[in-house]
């Protein structure tokens, strides 16, 4: 909290919007919140920033304690949410980050929540806060990254298809890509390279394997 002359005291928050694609779909990770004023609600999960950190730090802690990821996982702050009714509990300002990581992430629960889960990113359950608010304008971000950067990289596990890719795209930005030219374009900037393995199937034909060159954020123009 901080305090200046006769103002009252403001909190600062911060919300991690978790995106993963799963089943064919772009979902978020939501908490079921335990405590009033919103208990029983959905909710990004998210707290009181701790006076010995930083927000970035405060939303590594965040996404560390509800996942068990760090490290590779893309993590960028997204927007501040300052609306004084925000919060009808206190008067606290929301530094929201935006977070991608691949399906089998683990998922965990504190004393705050009780329950955590996936739903889906486009219609999610009723959620507590300005909490809608804040995925959606999420959601956009990402669907903006897509057309520029190489996030998708934290949305796949270290070996995958450039079908897997091309769906990671057609999901979040919801169209259809024409899979030569997708294809052909992911190869020309060389975002990928061949493993040398194939994913077999009883149905499909065997599909090689790449894997990304840097797992790293950087600015590429994949849909040109």
């Not at 997204?78 to 929201?96: E, G, I, K, N």
């Not at 965990?108 to 959606?136: C, E, M, N």
Request: proline fraction near 6%.
């Amino acid at each position: 909290m901080t305090k200046l002359g006769n103002a009252p005291p403001v909190g600062v928050a911060v919300d991690v919007v978790v995106l993963t694609v799963r089943e064919h779909r772009l979902e978020v990770l939501l908490a079921r919140l335990a405590r009033e004023p919103f208990a029983g609600k959905w909710a990004l999960p998210g707290g009181r920033i701790r006076l010995d950190e930083t927000v970035e730090a405060a939303a590594v802690r965040e996404l560390s304690e509800k996942t068990g990821l760090v490290g590779e996982v893309f993590l960028e702050q997204l927007y501040t949410f300052s609306d004084p009714h925000r919060d009808p509990s206190a008067r606290c300002v929301s530094v929201a980050h935006l977070a991608l990581v691949p399906p089998d992430a683990s998922l965990r629960i504190d004393d705050k929540y009780s329950a955590v889960g996936w739903f889906t990113a486009h219609r999610p359950p009723s959620l507590g806060y300005d909490h809608r608010q804040i995925l959606a304008y999420a959601v956009k971000r990402l669907q903006a990254k897509l057309e520029y950067t190489n996030v998708a990289y934290s949305l796949l596990p270290e070996q995958f298809s450039l079908g897997d890719l091309q769906e990671i795209y057609q999901v979040i930005l919801g169209q259809t890509l024409d899979a030569r030219n997708f294809q052909r374009r992911v190869k020309e900037l060389g975002l990928v390279e061949e493993t040398g393995d194939v994913r077999r199937g009883e149905r499909h034909r065997p599909a090689r394997l790449y894997r990304f060159r840097q797992r790293r954020p950087m600015e590429v123009a994949v849909l040109t």
